[in-house]
Every structure is written in structure tokens, then in C-alpha cells.
């Protein structure tokens, strides 16, 4: 028994070691709709993903948590959020810049 137990544990060790942080989410605009090709980088890293033609994405890093993320798609105002700890950040809301709002009023 001591066997099989210790043999487990050597195969549950590696799974550990290359496990990574991920956060997932979406970005919308203020009417609600999805926001294709946003980016989404942790800050001081190099890691940035875009989002999909739903607003979603999913980032991971080996960089343990209290990430800074940053969000930015031109038309918008660039976010900058704290994550504390891995999972879904739900959806997140960029609003338009000034060049988009006078744009959209027609002015």
C-alpha cells in the first residue's frame, strides 16, 4: 500500500511544479457590445493576448498573483486594474474616448 501511495505522489509532483496563473474575462463597451481585438497585458511583463470577436480573453503567466492589467483598443480610455488571484474577472467596461464621443454625437 505504501507503495502505490508513495508511486502517486511522484506523478502528482510535476503537475505542481507547471502549473500556471490564469484570468479570463470580457471587455464590452458602454452599450454593452463586445470589443474585438482589445489587448490585454499584465504590466512589466511581456505577456498580452487580444480579445475574440466576443470581447473574451484568457491570460496566463508564471508570474505569481497581484498582476497589474492593462486594457487598450484604440476609441477607448485605456483601464489599468489590480488582479489579486486567478480566475474570472467577470466583464470588464471601456469607455469611449473623447475622439469617439464626438463621433458618435455627430459634432
Given amino acids: 500500500m505504501r507503495k502505490v501511495t508513495f508511486t502517486l ?6 503537475i505542481f511544479g507547471i502549473s500556471q496563473n490564469v484570468v479570463t474575462g470580457k471587455i ?3 452599450l454593452g457590445l463586445p470589443i474585438y481585438l482589445a489587448m490585454v497585458e499584465i504590466n512589466s511583463t511581456d505577456n498580452k493576448v487580444y480579445t475574440n470577436f466576443d470581447g473574451v480573453f484568457t491570460i ?5 498573483f497581484h498582476w497589474k492589467i492593462n486594457i487598450s483598443s484604440k476609441g477607448y480610455k485605456t483601464e489599468s486594474f489590480f488582479v489579486l488571484s486567478g480566475g474570472s474577472a467577470g466583464e470588464i467596461v ?3 474616448n473623447e475622439e469617439m464621443r464626438r463621433l458618435l454625437e455627430g459634432k
Avoid at 60 to 64: A, D, G, I, L, Q
Wanted: aromatic fraction near 12%.
Fill in 9 to 14: 505522489l511522484l506523478f502528482a509532483i510535476p
Fill in 28 to 30: 464590452i463597451d458602454e
Fill in 60 to 64: 496566463e503567466s508564471e508570474k505569481e
Fill in 94 to 96: 471601456l469607455e469611449y
